[in-house]
């Protein structure tokens, strides 16, 4: 009714826009839209990516923090289809890169992403004092995301390093776990417990059938994860996985769930 050019959104608008096939904001004067807070999963990215390419109109998929304006990167819309997962280039004016030591970064080998640009903030003031410190990141932010880059320049998120799990010495991304899982279509959050992997999922019948893929996937066997339904996967004001809140539910249930 009002003709609107553009839409930025994240990725549970996405997902109601799939759900419920909304298209009628499409037509008009309807040209762009863009997501970001978060990683879309595959089929969601894949259906919005097409509806996207079929009526003509472009898509951003963008990767930032709050810390940096919040933009760091964008994946072209002409690339969406041949980039799948990537978040993209720098912004202009902003860079990424990795640790001077670290070498042979891959899917298999990332490293912590590194941003630098203007946009980055000054610091973080807890008091009225800090003020006067003038500019400590000095326009470097280390983002805390682990990720790699491909021999066309596209840079792609692995997950964080709050985020990496070690059983038996093997190293276990449990964001990628997660985004396994997601895209064979039940929606799930992981969390490490002593060693083991807590897979928290809304797919009551499909407890063992998770077990055994990700024991698959990861050589690992399925003594080391431990599936839970759970009726709803508590979610911050941002949309993205409440980790704290579903360790106490956790530690509160642990000697009924073993």
Known sequence: QNKVTGLSGVPSHFHIIKQLKI??????KFK?????????????LKYISNLFRENNKKFYVMYGQTEAGP???YLPPDMLHLK????????????I????????????????LIYYGQNVCMGYAENFLDLELGDQNNGILRTGDIGYKDPDGYFYIAGRIKRIS????IRLNLDDIEKIINNLGFKCACINKNDFVIIFTESKNTIE?????????TKLHKRFFQVIFIDKIPVNNNGKNNYKKLEKIYERNWYIIW
């Open 84 to 95: 799948q997962g990537s978040i993209g280039i720098p912004i202009p004016g902003g860079k």
């Open 32 to 44: 762009y839209a863009t997501v970001a807070g978060g990683a879309l999963d595959l089929p969601t």
């Open 166 to 169: 070690k059983i038996l010495g």
């Open 209 to 217: 059938k998770i077990k055994n893929y990700i024991s698959q996937r």
């Open 71 to 73: 933009r760091m990167t």
């Open 97 to 112: 890169d990795f640790e001077k030591n670290k070498k042979n970064i891959s899917n298999t080998n990332p490293a912590e």
């Open 23 to 28: 298209t009628s904001f499409l037509k008009n």
